[in-house]
């Protein structure tokens, strides 16, 4: 409908939404393939909060696919880009995808600060739903690649009944 219309920031942001729900949907090279199409028609805007968040969108399918130097890479613009236009929550968001994807890593502590800070940030937004990603992401994270608790899955489990979150 925004494409109909005209509205080319909009269009590219329906795009970034398609992608999360082909995501959602189990179809990840699709969700991919309109998550990249999504920074392509939103780099026209290159100060929006759209492209930053289709930038964070596409390195979150990237982090879940494993694929880290994307997801590092791609969500490294998008907290740079959120920063500069001072969107919070795009920052949180990338923040997690970096952090997730540095897990393992030798810069495994690196991502476990940017997880950290992404948690704080979240919490001082008021963005639940981010900060209870962020302490999930550094959770499964540490348990899956190195194979020890660090506690915060744990941490995320009492946030999330805390706050009621599903």
């Known amino acids: 409908r925004h494409?109909?219309?005209?509205d080319k920031r909009a269009a590219g942001d329906d795009l970034r939404w398609?992608?999360?729900v082909l995501w959602w949907a189990g179809q990840g090279m699709e969700a991919a393939a309109v998550g990249d199409m999504?920074?392509?028609?939103?780099?026209?805007?290159p100060d929006s909060r759209e492209l930053a968040m289709a930038l964070s969108g596409r390195s979150q399918l990237a982090m879940?696919?494993?694929?880290?130097?994307?997801?590092?890479e791609l969500g490294t613009r998008a907290i740079h880009l959120a920063r500069r236009i001072d969107?919070?929550?795009?920052?949180?968001?990338a923040l997690t995808n970096v952090g997730s994807a540095l897990l393992g890593s030798p810069d495994h502590e690196q991502g476990a600060a940017l997880l950290e800070e992404a948690f704080a940030?979240?919490?001082?937004i008021g963005s639940d739903d981010h900060a209870a990603r962020a302490l999930?992401?550094?959770?499964?994270?540490?348990?899956?690649t190195l194979r020890r608790d660090n506690g915060a899955l744990e941490r995320a489990l009492a946030f999330a009944r805390e706050r009621e979150l599903v």
């Open 64 to 72: 879940l696919a494993w694929e880290n130097e994307q997801a590092i």
């Open 38 to 45: 999504a920074i392509a028609a939103l780099e026209q805007f």
């Open 3 to 6: 494409e109909a219309l005209g």
């Open 136 to 144: 999930t992401n550094l959770g499964v994270g540490t348990m899956v």
């Open 121 to 124: 940030l979240a919490l001082e």
């Open 18 to 20: 398609l992608s999360r």
């Open 87 to 93: 969107d919070r929550e795009t920052v949180a968001h």
